[in-house]
């Protein structure tokens, strides 16, 4: 496979729910079968939420999008992503974070994502992983995350959520109790 880098730009798009901008890119790779595929995916973590929740607190509220910011500081969603539960990323009532909510979720689901794009799954990722031959390590950002970044995908890791309750920790956005939300375009 080619660098996605060199084979396709960076695109810029707008979420109009809050007007924050995000740059995504098609990343050519091989899905499960061996055949070529392609993906096209954010290059950030979503930082959206009309509501900010402090880090010792669970995210309850079912009426408003809420998140976290690593170590409760805004700037840090800014430069990262924030940080969601389970049932917040998927866009599913709060008592999903505890209890078996696994028939409400559909395929291609949105999540929390903006119209038009849904929430990335194991085949996506594959293609990803599949599109060099340095595998994870050209899913990360080379800003301390030990990666080449040769996808373009700028995987990064946000942080962890600890209180008296738990102690969770995040890697490159994937779920552990905490999420950083990646997305792609549906279709």
């Known amino acids: 496979m080619t660098d996605s880098l060199k084979t396709g730009a960076y695109k810029l798009f707008k979420d109009l729910r809050d007007h924050r901008e995000y740059w995504y890119i098609k990343i050519r790779g091989k899905n499960r079968s061996g055949a070529v595929d392609s993906v096209t995916v954010f290059a950030h973590n979503l930082n959206y939420a009309e509501k900010i929740v402090d880090g010792e607190l669970d995210q309850t509220d079912d009426e408003f999008h809420e998140k976290y910011c690593f170590d409760n500081d805004t700037t840090m ?17 709060s008592e999903c974070n505890a209890k078996a909510c696994a028939s409400r979720i559909m395929p291609n689901h949105q999540g929390i994502c903006p119209d038009g794009w849904r929430l990335m799954n194991y085949d996506d990722y594959y293609i990803i992983v599949k599109s060099t031959d340095q595998y994870s390590e050209a899913m990360r950002s080379e800003g301390g ?6 996808t373009g995908f700028s995987g990064t890791g946000a942080g962890y959520r600890q209180s008296s ?6 890697d490159l956005g994937l779920w552990a109790g905490i999420i950083q939300v990646r997305w792609r375009k549906m279709g």
């Open 145 to 150: 995350f030990y990666g080449s970044n040769r």
């Open 165 to 170: 309750k738990k102690n969770l920790l995040l």
């Open 77 to 93: 969603c800014d430069r990262y992503g924030g940080l969601y539960q389970w049932a917040e990323a998927m866009n599913l009532p």
